[in-house]
């Protein structure tokens, strides 16, 4: 059976006291809405639609950005659940198949709950997503009658005794798209709230005599959004089973809570993590390498046996072959090392391409950048860059060649030749004692005309 997402996004969030969308608020670098859309992608759905109200315009450059296929509708006026997808019904209208309601400030549902879903929709017309709570507050409460789902009743219209039951509402639905929209249309707007609540549509699927269950799946998946703290508090989940997993899979955290990982962290087994690292959007890194401490990585590729750090900045673009050494306080941007280059002490190499074997002196800058436009360092294989060399790009280093300390290379350096460029030195014996005399008299006479 065809799968199709729908991902309720379009609520302003108050409780974040923000002008940003609720759903575009980030996690681990990504919007939340995006987690929500990694979690269904699993099912390979076959279409994708968000529905967007406050921000529209941003929260679809978000979800376009995430997925190019998505379709994106407005909800301009916020009725309730059901409203919101029944705003859907035209993105759909040529689709057949199960169609999965979940909700972008939900951003944590595994995707084995969602298939676990799927498979219990084989003997039912509507499944839910429920989960017990340790403090079921004001959640809609699951009234079960053995593995049937009698009703949903929302906190505001439930009774004392409904309140008291602990098996709680995600608000994850899944139905096949003709059931659920025929469903909608006989719902009505008899509650608290006068909203359209999508949890009507399991009594009134139980009045057609249509199958209805839940199925539950753990509190932490279901954590919703509202807040700052809230926020936090998802990051934190977010870490902490993203750490566990990578540890789990061969990789060595030695302090996990000080590593902190974005959305799509990718790292190899046997790969050393030291603490104090952080790994920003689109950060690869191969098995074997070692990330020291108080090292910054974002937008770039790390090869095997690669060490990076401590304190190294490995911008986007930065692509480390194997056995690099990326040394403390390194900036590497839009660049290529090639494997067995070192670079090991306080340089930045931007819009460069440097060949195997070769050694980057103490203080190396590439300068790329006129002001205007920037422009390409290439070095060759098993050159030597003499400390504080300044490379005035567009130039380039030919293979075995050298620099001499401090120069200032602002032409080609061809194969093995050494390229020196730099002010003859100038020795004047005693100056230097006259200099600090003109200097401290000066000093007193300000301190003088100060009183």
Do not use: W
């Not at 949890?199 to 839940?214: Q, S």
């Not at 008299?441 to 009183?451: G, V, Y």
Request: hydrophobic share 40%; with cysteine; aromatic share 6%.
């Amino acid at each position: 059976m065809s799968i199709a997402l729908v991902i309720l996004a379009a609520g302003k969030g108050t409780r974040m006291n923000s002008d940003l969308p609720k759903v575009l608020h980030p996690i681990a670098n990504a919007p939340m809405l995006v987690h929500a859309m990694q979690a269904g992608a699993a099912l390979a759905p076959e279409r994708v639609v968000v529905v967007a109200g406050h921000g529209f315009d941003a929260v679809r450059s978000a979800a376009t950005g995430f997925d190019e296929g998505v379709f994106v509708v407005e909800q301009k006026e916020q009725n309730g659940t059901a409203h919101a997808v029944e705003v859907c019904r035209d993105a759909l209208k040529d689709f057949d198949g199960d169609v999965i309601v979940l909700f972008g400030d939900t951003p944590f549902v595994r995707a084995e709950t969602l298939e676990a879903m799927v498979a219990a929709k084989a003997q039912n017309a509507v499944v839910v997503l429920g989960f017990e709570a340790a403090d079921p507050g004001k959640y809609g409460r699951l009234l079960m009658s053995e593995d049937q789902l009698v009703r949903i009743v929302e906190f505001a219209d439930a009774s004392e005794e409904e309140r008291a039951v602990t098996f709680c509402n995600s608000g994850v639905m899944l139905a096949d798209r003709e059931t659920l929209f025929s469903l909608i249309d006989d719902i009505t707007p008899n509650n608290a709230q006068g909203e359209f609540y999508l949890t009507d549509v399991v009594g009134l699927a139980h009045k057609r005599g249509l199958g209805v269950t839940a199925v539950a799946c753990e509190e932490s998946e279901t954590l919703g959004i509202n807040s700052r703290v809230h926020l936090a508090e998802a990051e934190a989940v977010f870490q902490t089973h993203a750490r566990q997993e990578l540890m789990e899979l061969g990789v060595t955290l030695q302090q996990p809570d000080t590593v902190m990982l974005s959305f799509d962290t990718v790292i190899g087994r046997d790969t050393i993590i030291e603490p104090n690292v952080y790994f920003g959007p689109g950060v690869t890194v191969e098995s074997g390498a070692r990330i020291r401490t108080f090292s910054h990585l974002e937008g770039c590729h790390v090869s095997r046996g690669a060490i990076v750090g401590p304190y190294a900045r490995l911008r986007p673009g930065a692509e480390l072959s194997e056995n690099v050494h990326v040394g403390n306080f390194v900036e590497i941007k839009n660049a290529e090392i090639g494997e067995g280059t070192k670079v090991n002490h306080l340089s930045y190499i931007g819009d460069a391409t440097l060949g195997t074997g070769t050694n980057i002196g103490a203080g190396t800058i590439t300068c790329n950048y006129d002001g205007v436009m920037k422009h390409r360092t290439t070095i060759g294989d098993k050159a030597f860059i003499g400390s504080n060399t300044m490379l005035i790009a567009p130039v380039s280093v030919g293979n075995e060649a050298m620099t001499g300390s401090g120069s200032v290379i602002t032409k080609d350096v061809p194969d093995t030749a050494l390229a020196i460029a730099r002010a003859e030195q100038q020795t004047k014996p005693g100056v230097a004692q006259k200099l600090f005399e003109i200097l401290k008299k000066r000093k007193r006479k300000r301190a003088l005309e100060s009183k």
